[in-house]
């Protein structure tokens, strides 16, 4: 392992930023493990000051799993993998502005989703995190055991979140197409086993099984709950910070405070497994 890796706790719940790691160089064995498992840990990872050419966050992204495609918006011509996640000054909306996990639609979502910081505000379009480990673990256990049972339906295509992408998809990409797909409303994660809510206001429409006016009530007390503030970070970005969130059990939501200013990311995800 390289000496002098340090790790800082960006909240009490979830977040850590990771110092002592190039991540331009060649990483050794012992620099992923490292990596691997302070982001397991932490559930957002977070390095700043890599300014990685696209083929280097690639390559990055490659260590750490196998980078899949987004739906909604094409990749850069050389790099398909990588998605441009900009706000331009005269727009008003923010790619994904609302809290959620990334495309809880497909069948398998992403184990991670990856951004890397090219250009952002001099304040403003911060991201926050929630960790969905410590918002199952506080539900009663009566309620605990209501969920145990049920599934949630996916979609791509609610109102709120097909907004967020409205400005990205009309310009730069083809019609989207409804994605669903029925998940666990709580799943174990594959490789902690440990057990996560996995609902979003974003995405998640209705029970399976329950009309969408029955599951309203549960689901919002649980869209409430699940971004309690004790269970949040906050990261500000600067060019060059690279954060990794574990897409299985963190929501994310990209605060859209910065209008009149350009924000652009780079994103990479990793592919993941059908939720159990
Ligand atoms: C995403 C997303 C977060 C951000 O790329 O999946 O939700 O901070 N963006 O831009
Ligand atoms: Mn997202």
Redesign the pocket.
């Known amino acids: 392992m390289t000496a002098d890796v340090s790790i800082r706790p960006l909240a009490g719940s979830l977040g850590a930023e990771l110092f002592g790691i190039d991540l331009s160089g060649p990483l050794s064995d012992g620099d992923i493990d490292t990596i691997r498992s302070a982001w397991l840990d932490n559930l957002v990872l977070v390095f700043r000051d890599q300014t990685l050419e696209p083929q280097q966050f690639l390559d990055f992204a490659r260590r750490l799993g196998e980078p899949g495609r987004y739906p909604f918006v094409p990749g850069l011509d050389e790099f398909p993998e990588i998605i441009e996640?900009k706000k331009l000054p005269e727009e008003r909306n923010n790619?994904?502005g609302i809290w959620?996990t990334?495309t809880a639609y497909l069948e398998r979502p992403p184990t991670a989703?990856m951004?890397l910081a090219r250009d952002v505000p001099a304040a403003g379009g911060d991201?926050e995190f929630a960790n969905m480990y410590a918002a199952y673990e506080s539900l009663s256990d009566g309620l605990k055991s209501v969920l145990s049972g049920l599934r949630g339906v996916n979609c791509s295509a609610l109102a709120d979140v097909s907004r967020t992408r409205e400005d990205r998809t009309s310009k730069d990409g083809p019609a989207p197409i409804d994605y669903e797909s029925i998940h666990p409303v709580v799943r174990t994660h594959p490789e902690t086993g440990r057990k996560s809510l996995y609902v979003n206001i974003a995405h998640t429409a209705r029970f399976d099984g329950w009309t969408e006016e029955e599951s309203q009530p549960l689901l919002r007390h649980l869209f409430n709950h699940q971004v309690k503030s004790e269970f949040t970070c906050r990261l500000r970005w600067d060019v060059g910070t690279l954060a990794i969130w574990d897409n299985r059990c963190a929501l994310?939501n990209?605060i859209n405070d910065y209008h009149g200013h350009r924000r652009l990311?780079h994103?990479i995800t990793l592919t993941g497994d059908v939720p159990a």
């Open positions: 996640v790619f994904g959620h990334d989703s951004l991201t994310h990209p990311m994103r």
